[in-house]
């Protein structure tokens, strides 16, 4: 059975940074697409960013372009998200995922992933 565990929550001033992290176990990870998705409170699930198994493609949703970076270690089967330059709009519970499809295409979409993580809270603060 495949877990995805997210870790790194935490409370960070504006312009502050933090390291979210997400350890897959139970499958076969290198050939894991992975994606970061959030929630605000009151709102939908939104993308954030995605990685391609091979580890040389990146995508991310245009309020994070800049600021945040995803990258994976497969020696660890954790995939991270660097978040600098917060801002008090990325406050929200951050979801990590995994698509056990190599070829998938739309990453940014949530029905795209098969597996899930519990969630993550980060607060930014004003």
């Known amino acids: 059975q495949v877990q995805v565990v997210e870790s790194g929550k935490g409370l960070v001033q504006a312009g502050g940074s933090l390291r979210l992290s997400c350890t897959v176990s139970?499958?076969?990870?290198?050939?894991?697409?992975m994606g970061w998705f959030r929630q605000a409170p009151g709102k939908g699930r939104e993308f954030v960013a995605a990685?391609?198994?091979?580890?040389?493609?990146?995508y991310y949703a245009d309020f994070v372009k800049g600021r945040f970076t995803i990258s994976r270690d497969s020696a660890k089967n954790t995939v991270y998200l660097q978040m600098n330059s917060l801002k008090p709009e990325d406050t929200a519970v951050y979801y990590c995922?995994?698509?056990?499809?190599?070829?998938?295409?739309?990453?940014?979409?949530?029905?795209?992933?098969?597996?899930w993580g519990q969630g993550t809270q980060v607060t930014v603060s004003t």
């Open positions: 139970g499958g076969t990870f290198r050939t894991y697409n």
């Open positions: 995922a995994a698509d056990k499809i190599p070829h998938s295409t739309n990453l940014g979409f949530s029905d795209q992933y098969d597996y």
């Open positions: 990685l391609r198994w091979s580890g040389d493609i990146t």
